[in-house]
């Protein structure tokens, strides 16, 4: 049995796996917060479709068969 193969190494790629999940999670949301934060300080200046773009994301995000 190779290391790749061993259990430990399938527990390593779930723990990267799951904090991959975690740290794309927080930036949309952050981006998602900085694009609401644009568009109120900018008013109909700032393009309103990047918070919806950035919320539909997170939305499929969330959504994706696992």
Not at 1 to 22: F, G
């Amino acid at each position: 049995m190779t290391m790749a193969n061993t259990p430990w190494a399938e527990v390593d790629k779930l723990r990267a796996s799951i904090l991959s999940e975690v740290i794309r999670r927080d930036y949309l949301e952050q981006m998602l917060e900085k694009a609401r934060l644009m568009e109120s300080a900018h008013g109909k200046d700032y393009p309103r479709n990047l918070s919806q773009a950035f919320q539909d994301l997170m939305y499929a995000e969330s959504h994706k068969p696992e």
